[in-house]
């Protein structure tokens, strides 16, 4: 099997970084290769968004072959909510024929939530199906139905996982669950609630899992204390401690010490057993990643051959 480059970050023992990018709603391949080109040497990967928020976008599997283009290693993101189990298997072998080789399994944002709000969740897997039917024809060469693959595939599996959602106490166990149905490497909800993080992690380690699996922790830089107040009160899952929003508050510059702040967890989560990475997910706001990603003395990244 050949090995993506985030595959080899974390096999290493390397603290790995990657970053992501959202795609444009246009075909516009300019705009793509222009946010992309600020991560450029600065993460291990990037990941690409599928239609977030269920708002139609450039598709995940094209961009990620522009950025290949470019030099810069994706992970696609490919979500159960709008392919059945044909397309999304048609869609890995296209995104492996074309040398893409991360792939994150979602479920995907609810279609109401986003600019078609009348289409039609197919949902024909879950996340945990995505996971395991990426496992069985990468490890397997096999098909879901059971019919054999002509050749075999070169993947890694990434999965999602929020360590903050109620009942907090499960999150740990469905962490396993992922693991089990063939998760390499995992990539979290943005963390701003270090101490609840900290207990998530503790139970992590209790169990194993961190032996099993790559964590990678999610990180993101705040531009405001209008987007902090916004992702406290608006966003599922996501905790935002009054003390992240009173320091955004009595800053001068906000976006100064949002970026502070996301050097600064990122110096903590270093310290923390069990965190394999971090992943920066700076929203239309990719020109911060080298100075964040520098800061936390994390570049140069690693080269291998």
Known sequence: MTKSNLQKVLESGAFAVTGELGPPKS???????????????YVDSVNITDCQTAIVRTSSI???????????????QMTVRDRNRIAIQADVLGAAA????????????????????????VNDLDSMNLISALKKMRD????IGGDKMDAPIDIYIGAVANPFADPF???????AKKIAAGADFIQTQVIFDMERFERYMERV??????????IIAGITPLKSVGAAR????????????????????KAKDKKAEGVNIAVEMIEHLKTIEGVAGVHIMAVAWEEIVPEIVTRAGLYPRPKFD
């Open 62 to 76: 094209a961009t990620g072959r522009i950025l290949l283009d470019m030099g810069i290693e994706p992970n696609i």
């Open 140 to 143: 397997e060469q096999e098909f």
């Open 230 to 249: 916004y992702m406290q009160n608006n966003v599922a899952g996501m905790l935002v401690p009054d003390h992240i929003i009173d320091r955004m508050r």
């Open 205 to 214: 380690r209790e169990l194993g899992l961190h032996k099993k699996v790559h």
């Open 169 to 175: 106490e499960y999150r740990p166990y469905r962490l």
């Open 98 to 121: 074309l040398g893409i080789k991360n792939i994150l399994c979602l479920q995907g944002d609810h279609a109401t939530l986003g600019n078609e709000p009348k289409a039609k969740n």
């Open 27 to 41: 075909g516009q391949r300019d705009v793509i290769e222009q946010h992309a080109s600020h991560l450029k040497g």
